[in-house]
């Protein structure tokens, strides 16, 4: 770039200001023949949101390139990690954002309303790009009005969502990635086997003590053994490749096993970025659910139980988002198959010093135990 | 009090820490024969909460001992609504405090989870009557494990409650002090009376509009007209004494009716406050379902779908306490029967002088118009 | 608006988003031969900060249009308060908003901080709006190496503000609205001469107690009246039309007066949104010192002790602009000359009944005492 | 613990909430024979702050057992980050419960500030505690009226703070560890002499640039040439062990070096939880300065100029603290010496090996270039 041209730069042209904030146009006339006040608001609050959107979606994209590749630089997971953080601390702030659009009463939103009709932020693309990136399926989406989200958008937005669907979202390279751990199985070593056992051993264990209770009474004995054998049930959901099926894991059997490994061994030097990880992709979904529930609060304030133009209420079709978009569930349903630390299989040491930095081998540094 | 006794205060004494900062006590045991180390935090997070619901308990009362009179002074309605305002901070405080206990992980939880057994934050007495005298009634309580919410709490405590059901809610309180708002039926005026016919007109005149619109084919037409007939058979929800059972209204028909001239006339100056005070009870309700939300997300990622020991999980439970337990959900509902500013009866003069201050009259100041 | 023209509306052309979402033009350029990846966090963020500055502008504008009328309706007042809320709101978004600068590091700004040179945050035209109309003066502001902040503005600038200037600003229409305050002095009643009477009485009472106080030895007394002769010269800063003049006051006499009864007796109906307001002023006033010291913190962090372009730190000065460009210090100041209340002068009963509200006159209500 | 006993543990019992929810005891009386309602939020706000400090130091305190050791285990690292980043998240939380604080007005305040005289929280000891264990020195502490803040402490607690003094704060267990750091001083390598080269060159480089450049005029040139020469001198604070003097550096070179090697050299796998920690660090210190900022605003605004007991006001002893007491400046100056990413050194292979995972040596596994 020719230093003439960057002495030209001003914070003005570098932020194309001229044309931004001449962007808003409020198109609602009250009867004093001036925009309805809040109008400005309820356009700023939205443009703010689609800018946001537009930065996540950036850093969901550059999340993608990495961990999408056949073999992942260890050095590019700081990135991955950067750029998840980074989503995370904006759908904090676009949560916390309500808080302004929430300034505005019902009345004042009755002054301008009509004049968007069938206009709403239902069509936002970005925001559907995004649950597609992560890895929202079209078939578990909220209906609104019996009808699919991609029929209120208009055909080159929905041409534009139909080749994106056929690329790999987020959750299904993250199963890829987690598939092809190291440490899960190696010579000598399979944790599956060894977390089943442990598992097992835990059951058998509690039982014992039962049964050896003296204090408790047949029925307390027999609630306790219930209670067990619950559980029992409850981890072939895990184990049992036939009722696995009954659980709506959306990851492979691979990926599920090293995602509970990265969890239950998370302190293993190899395995802190990519527990990490698995937190903000956690925090991410809980933020994004998070938002559609504030969201629908704001709805049912506004409009209370007022239907929407195509005949159902926000509010509710809100609601029903909130238990059906879940993205990154397979790691919330997780923990219900954690044991105590105090159970868990040891690592063997050929295993376990793979995780390790290689600088302990051949710098004279000593290893602390 | 005695000028000695003064000078020995010390910020130490005052706080009474030598006991506050003694009050943590874990009673986990790892191997390591130490306490888990999240415990601690465990700890520290309740008792802080408890400590801001004895604050918002503390406001909250002060709100129904000013409410609760027969008669209330306009000089103490913004003691009213400082004290909501407190407690809508301190509950949006609540809220971000969930931060902390994100900051555990499941496994952390999984050290020394099992040492507090049946014990549990549903035995929270203090938030049982925070819902209490707020107004949520027993019967629309969700059941844990099949039982009532007092089952699980020590007798005294159930004692406590129980007496406490007996006096009047927040709620009820409003409900009076609402019922008695003068202005919605004066000499020559009755609100109820004149919003009937101005939500007429305006379908009147919709339905005037629609049929004169050349443009519009029949479909479009009778769809038109359908939409119109729902509003009106919504609005029979309101005005029709006899439908009205149809909706779940906790405030009597008095109370409504005030309710949606306060919010309707906001800008009277004997109606700012009031105006102000029905939003922070709105704040209110929608801060602690996101507290309820945030919880139930937290007790997901923590615990899976591990069962509590009642036998039902915590996040099952939390999620229905969202939908039933909110209280002012008619403050919500109401914004559903706002029509626009525009169609607004208007106020007769001498309606509306009445609900301005007093010293135009008298004080040669000039009232600008 | 012809209908036809509404249904073609659309979530995208309503707000823009078509230019909107083309508005970010990174220009760094890496050795990998494209933009830095931060530097599109860095032009939302800005962009974003744009655009509530707009909004805050706009809502300070309708603030500025009711209160500078010669007289001021009651119920414009709500919306005067409503405006400042918002604007409470917005400054504590942005505030919090730092985290995500803070997401960059300071080796990933180096990637393309050199690509705007001398342009900078300190050339938005828009917050020295926003400082000019709340009412900063020209002759307070911190200098950046030496020159003025208008040196650094495009002439076309210089030339908006120069306009500006010449209008009242926010202060100077809330000193004359103060000043019109009736109840300060009426028939019979005379605030000024009341309060001034009370300090004297406040204080030559604690002056007799200490001289009481037999456990007092010589020294200790000393000390006490040596701290109640500093309080007595204090409150000639308020008093002393002479002594006045060493306090940076920038509300006339009539003003303070006014802001101080409004304080000590804002429970009166007719005080109750005033002091609401003066209460949203220092609000305003301390979420924008807050953000300059985010600011400030963040710059630090970002480029330690680098010099900007002018020669001297970002840092610094920022720093330098925290104690200089506050505005409304007057109303924290105020509070120096509080008295408990149990001292406060009583007010005659023909000004605090005209305080209230008129319907207790001739509506069959009777008024609680 | 024996199973009956566990059986008897209620939410109630565990949390000590008996005598917590009885440790309020407001002091005040105001003319109603009642205590200043506002005392009892003061009191709460305040043994909340006391009890999230307790858990601070408790976090703290697991920070420094770990790396005070000689030989830091790689798998403690992330308890440590933990920790730091459990501490960061409840210092951003009692930012905010400044909110609560500030729902109080100062002629609330003024009801009940008299009855502590001399108690103040300038007392806390644990705040006292936090500061020391971090490392802030009792030299650079700002005074309060001429005297040290431990003059204001009762005597058993400067007895424990002097012992505290004794052993190694955080600032100087990091300042060891980060000494230790292999890799910047390696057999063919040494990170110090690689980067006074790189830094030479670049100045170099530049300066070229600006002669070789016939555009600008020599004036131009000759600001620019002293632009460059003020960079190399202040490079000098650096390099230059005669003029790192005049820094007030508090690590010592060895630390220094490495804690620039872990910014510059982030990505490394052995490097990435190091510059974690490192970045939590100096997010704790912001917050700690930030909570400073706004409890000196409120200060300002509850007593405006108004004398604390000593003869200095509270708002100005605060604002000195908040230039001098911040801990981690190194880490924010160190940023001044950071130079862009293309001019790096780059790391030796053999030295760059030695920072991965064990992992790609002997298992199958294709490592990614």
Redesign the interface.
Same mark, same amino acid.
């Given at each position: 770039?020719p230093?003439?041209k960057?002495?030209d730069?001003?914070? $003005? #042209?570098?932020?194309?200001?001229e044309?931004? +904030?001449q !962007?808003?146009?409020p198109?609602s006339?009250? =009867?004093a023949n001036a925009p309805a006040?809040d109008e400005?608001?309820f356009?700023?609050v939205?443009?703010?949101y689609?800018?946001?959107f537009?930065?996540v979606l950036?850093e969901i994209e550059?999340v993608q390139k990495i961990l999408g590749? $056949? #073999?992942?630089?260890?050095?590019?997971?700081? +990135?991955v !990690?950067?750029s998840l953080?980074?989503s995370v =601390?904006?759908m904090?702030?676009l949560v916390?954002?309500l808080?302004?659009m929430?300034?505005m009463?019902?009345?004042d939103f009755?002054?301008f309303r009509?004049?968007?009709?069938?206009?709403?932020?239902?069509?936002?693309?970005?925001f559907r790009e995004l649950e597609m990136r992560l890895g929202l399926k079209k078939e578990t989406r909220a209906c609104y009005s019996g009808k699919s989200y991609d029929d209120f958008l208009?055909a080159e937005?929905r041409g534009h969502l139909q080749k994106l669907q056929k690329k790999p979202s987020l959750l299904e390279q993250l199963d890829s990635w987690l598939s092809r751990t190291?440490?899960v199985e190696?010579t000598g070593f399979s944790f599956w086997q060894a977390y089943r056992k442990a598992v097992g051993d835990m059951i058998a264990g509690d039982r014992k003590t039962i049964h050896a209770?003296k204090?408790m009474n047949a029925n307390a004995r027999d609630a306790e053994i219930n209670?067990l054998k619950?559980?029992e049930e409850?981890f072939d959901l895990l184990f049992d490749a036939g009722k696995a099926g009954e659980m709506p894991w959306r990851f492979s059997q691979k990926a599920l096993q090293a995602a509970l490994f990265i969890?239950?061994y998370?302190?293993?030097?190899?395995l802190?970025?990519p527990?990490r990880i698995l937190?903000d992709l956690?925090?991410l979904d809980?933020l994004l659910?998070?938002w559609r529930?504030?969201h629908a609060?704001m709805a049912?304030?506004?409009?209370?139980?007022?239907?929407g133009s195509g005949g159902s209420s926000g509010h509710d079709y809100l609601m029903q988002t909130i238990g059906k978009h879940r993205i990154f569930s397979d790691l919330?349903?997780?923990?219900?198959?954690?044991?105590?630390?105090?159970k868990l299989p040891q690592l063997p040491p050929h295993v376990e010093?793979?995780?390790?930095?290689?600088?302990w081998?051949?710098?004279g540094?000593?290893?602390?135990?």
């Open positions: 770039m230093a003439k960057k002495q730069i001003t914070y $003005k #042209s570098y932020l194309g200001l044309s931004l +904030l !962007s808003q146009h198109i006339m009250t =009867a006040h400005m608001m356009i700023v939205h443009q703010t689609e800018l946001w537009k930065l950036f550059r590749q $056949k #073999s992942v630089k260890d050095a590019d997971m700081r +990135l !990690s950067a953080g980074r =601390a904006i904090r702030l916390g954002q808080d302004i929430e300034t009463t019902p009345l009755l002054d009509h004049v968007f009709r069938s206009a709403s932020g239902f069509q936002s693309l970005q208009p937005d190291p440490f190696m209770d204090r209670k619950g559980m409850q969890n239950l998370r302190d293993q030097p190899a802190q970025i527990f937190n956690m925090d809980e659910a998070l529930y504030r609060l049912q304030r506004m409009l209370g139980m007022k239907m919330f349903a997780l923990s219900t198959f954690f044991i105590p630390r105090s010093s793979r995780m390790g930095f290689k600088y081998d051949d710098t540094v000593k290893k602390p135990k």
